[in-house]
């Protein structure tokens, strides 16, 4: 079984833009991975933000976006707000990361 | 709007087994897939396994694939998570989460969690 990698903490500025990303032990990543992004916020269940690489749900506002770069996922936020703060994970072929706590200060 | 109800704690004891429920209602029950998907406490997530009750396929994570059994009741819109053999290390919250409609993607909506607690 694969493992995938995540930056353990990011830190980003009110209004400024941050990129998450999600990789895999066993080489690049790509669209047959379907990576999918997750919020969770402390007490909450997670939720879903992105599937299928780069599709938002109905509930993720349009400053979340996803992609493939570099053979890694991407989650990129673009203009963070501080509801943002929170743990997010990726998923590859049903395999999770480890999370990044993502830090809006 | 999909709805995933679970149902309540558990506390096991060590080597025993445990059942947690899902009720699912506004989709498609026997088209979209459910997952099962655990957090240990301050821990990450960790994918269990998943059913699509019609046709009932399973699949389960191979590091649970002696101990899991998923399982779906289409009258009643409800899956099901058995865990035998229980260990500490099981304790968790367990989520369920259910696709879209059309079975096209996994992992869209999430049931509010049951805690399961393991200890002697």
């Known amino acids: 079984q694969a493992v995938v990698t995540q930056e353990p903490s990011l830190t980003v500025s009110p209004g400024g833009t941050v990129t998450l990303t999600c990789g895999s032990s066993?080489?690049?990543?790509?669209?047959?991975?379907?990576p999918y992004w997750f919020q969770q916020k402390p007490g909450q269940a997670p939720r879903t933000l992105i599937y299928?690489?780069?599709n938002r749900h109905s509930w993720t506002p349009a400053r979340f976006s996803g992609s493939l770069l570099g053979g890694k996922a991407v989650l990129t936020l673009s203009g963070a707000q501080p509801e943002d703060e929170a743990e997010y994970y990726c998923?590859?072929?049903?395999?999770f990361g480890g999370g990044t706590k993502l830090t809006v200060l | 709007q999909v709805k995933l109800v679970q149902s309540g704690t558990e506390a096991r004891k060590p080597g025993s087994s445990v059942k947690v429920s899902c009720k699912a209602s506004?989709?498609?029950?026997?088209?979209?897939?459910i997952s099962w998907v655990r957090q240990a406490p301050g821990q990450g997530l960790e994918w269990v396994g998943r059913?699509?009750?019609?046709?009932?396929?399973?699949n389960y994570a191979q590091k649970f694939q002696d101990r899991v059994t998923i399982t779906a009741d289409k009258s009643r819109s409800t899956v099901y998570l058995e865990l035998s053999s229980l260990r500490s290390e099981d304790a968790a919250v367990y989520y369920c989460?259910?696709?879209?409609?059309?079975?096209?993607?996994?992992?869209?909506?999430w049931g509010q969690g049951t805690l399961v607690t393991v200890s002697s």
């Open positions: 989460v259910t696709g879209d409609d059309h079975g096209d993607y996994d992992l869209l909506y």
């Open positions: 506004g989709g498609t029950f026997t088209s979209s897939s």
């Open positions: 059913i699509i009750p019609k046709p009932a396929l399973t």
């Open positions: 066993t080489g690049a990543v790509t669209s047959g991975h379907y």
């Open positions: 299928d690489t780069s």
């Open positions: 998923l590859l072929s049903f395999v």
